[in-house]
């Protein structure tokens, strides 16, 4: 296909999907696809089950827990299987995270660097998974173009941090032009190694929002292994009673 072709394609396309043509402001194009993933994506409150599917080489975990999201100060995380993993439950207040374990009847804090660690053995870091925030609000967004992703039209983009506490300096997403969700992720660290890479097989419709129900992390970090995270009765934008985000909950008897 001749050069002048592609171009007259991708200008259809963006015309098609509701987006002016992205000749001048590539800017402003990029950040009206983010305002639609953060719709999507980011919510005012949520409750779910969910389920971790940890594959490491040839051998399958399964752990599964509750959760329950207030804007992107608050969130409580409770594991309800296996059996050793029964009762371990999580807390986020701000900036804090703590950790109950029932073993030893106490919560402990987590910070710093251990927020990058790996949550309950899986390839979601602690901050991967109670991550609340807009994109657009900590990531400047660049319009790369037009391309495909698990065989469906994206729009790819690449977000550069513009504050300091972002897990990952660089993202490069490709988000389907019709559900306006980041169905493939590359994650990068500021020296440029790639750190995580992220799909989206499966979501759910919430009125005009599509909302996330199965993630696929894979750790470049670590060998033969991947992580899918599984999303069920799912409810957004819901009352949650407040007593789900104190430290005397987390830490009941």
Known sequence: MRKIDKCWLKLMLLIAIGLEPVFGDQTDQAI??????????????????GKFLIKIASQA???????????????????????MDKGKRFLRLGQELWMFLPEVEKSVKIAGH????????????????IENRKLQDIYDIKFLGIDTALNKTCFKLELTAKVPDVNYYTRKVWVDTLAYLPIRAEYYAKSDKLMKEITISDFQKFGNRNFPTKIKMVNKLRQNTYTELTLKDIKIDVPIPTKFFTKAYLERK
């Open 114 to 129: 251990m927020l990058r660690q790996s949550i309950m053995g899986s390839d979601f870091s602690y901050d991967d998974f």
């Open 32 to 49: 009206q696809i983010i305002e639609k993933v953060d719709k999507n994506s980011v919510v005012n409150t949520l409750t779910y089950k």
């Open 61 to 83: 975990r399964e752990k599964e827990f509750v959760g329950y999201t207030k804007g992107k100060d608050f969130a409580y995380i409770e594991f309800t299987g296996p059996a």
